[in-house]
Nanobody, 130 residues
């Protein structure tokens, strides 16, 4: 079973930056869509970014495009979400998620759907003060 653990959440002022990490354990497949989601109190979980593990292709929600960058390390065991110009609206619990073994085309078209992910980390809290 794939295990995911996020880290790097913190409290920052608006305009600040953070880098989240997600450590991946017990993954035997590279053809996975790896997603970053967030959930604020009283709101639904939303996808903010995804990366196709084997190729590194990335996908972003419009609300974070140009401010967030998803990446992975060369060993494919750690994901990163670099977040710049943070806004109070970015405050949430952030989760990384591992999808089923799928094609890159499926990842590109379906990455926003939370139900398409099989494994989730416990989350890391991001707070942004105005």
């Amino acid at each position: 079973q794939v295990q995911l653990v996020e880290s790097g959440g913190d409290s920052v002022p608006a305009g600040g930056s953070l880098r989240l990490s997600c450590t991946i354990r017990r993954n035997n497949y590279e053809n996975r869509c790896m997603g970053w989601f967030r959930q604020a109190p009283g709101k639904e979980r939303e996808g903010v970014a995804a990366i196709y593990l084997s190729t590194g292709s990335t996908y972003y929600a419009d609300s974070v495009k140009g401010r967030f960058t998803a990446s992975r390390d060369s060993t494919l065991t750690t994901l990163y979400l670099q977040m710049e110009h943070l806004e109070p609206e970015d405050a949430a619990m952030y989760y990384c998620a591992a999808g089923y073994v799928l094609s890159e085309n499926t990842c590109a078209g379906d990455w926003r759907r939370a139900s398409g992910y099989a494994y989730w980390g416990p989350g890391t809290q991001v707070t942004v003060s105005s």
